[in-house]
């Protein structure tokens, strides 16, 4: 059985959920939180980073040996198209510097995603674990539900021509378990 993290689980709870585990043969990490206001978790860290971004990195690196242990297994990072406009900039984790824009966090973690799977991928080579990173697409959730009401309404009215949640999920699914 695998692990699908909730990204609401605060990093010591994280730490818990690892210590329950024996054997772990895929772990996703999906983070659906943006427009998030400013805030500093009580770990001293801004929340858009701790939710998005050091959650799903300390769960993996927890899980790491369970997962080595359990190959074939894999790590299946949920990002965003997003990412390729976001700044890998570790002084945004601590609040010392606060991202510009109202999605500019959220660009941010989600490229420190993509950055850090890349950079599993190939510390795994040869250890029957594989990571992967994706993005679902444009999914009609409640992802926006932090932005002002202009932004909402935009999001509301454009609802149509985005996938569904269950769509969304596809991808996830898909590099979760399939025998590829």
Same mark, same amino acid.
């Given at each position: ?15 818990? !959920?690892?210590?329950?585990? *024996? ?9 659906? !939180?943006?427009?998030?206001?400013? *805030?500093?978790?009580?770990?001293? !860290? #801004? ?7 050091? =959650? ?12 080595? @242990?359990? @190959?074939? %297994? ?12 976001? /700044? @890998?900039?570790? =002084? ?8 510009? $824009? ?14 850090? /799977?890349? #950079?599993? *991928?190939?510390?795994?080579? =040869? /250890? $029957?674990? /594989? @990571?992967? %990173?994706?993005?679902? $697409? ?30 969304? %999920? ?9 025998? #590829?």
């Amino acid at each position: 059985m695998g692990v699908l993290v909730h990204s609401r689980l605060n990093l010591s709870q994280k730490r818990a !959920l690892v210590a329950k585990k *024996a054997s772990v043969p895929w772990v996703s990490t999906p983070t659906l !939180l943006s427009g998030l206001p400013f *805030a500093i978790t009580s770990e001293g !860290l #801004e929340q858009t980073f701790t939710t998005n971004y050091l =959650g799903p990195f300390l769960l993996t690196n927890l899980l790491l040996d369970l997962l080595k @242990a359990s @190959a074939p %297994a894999r790590v299946v990072n949920v990002s965003s198209f997003r990412h390729s406009v976001g /700044t @890998a900039d570790s =002084g945004y984790l601590t609040g010392q510097r606060r991202p510009g $824009g109202h999605d500019a966090a959220y660009n941010s973690t989600k490229l420190m995603n993509v950055l850090f /799977t890349a #950079e599993l *991928a190939r510390r795994l080579q =040869g /250890t $029957g674990v /594989t @990571a992967n %990173a994706l993005s679902p $697409g444009v999914v009609s959730t409640s992802i926006m539900r932090h932005f002002s009401w202009p932004v909402r309404v935009l999001f509301a009215l454009l609802r149509p021509f985005m996938k569904s949640p269950e769509q969304g %999920a596809a991808s996830t699914i898909f590099c979760s378990i399939s025998e #590829e």
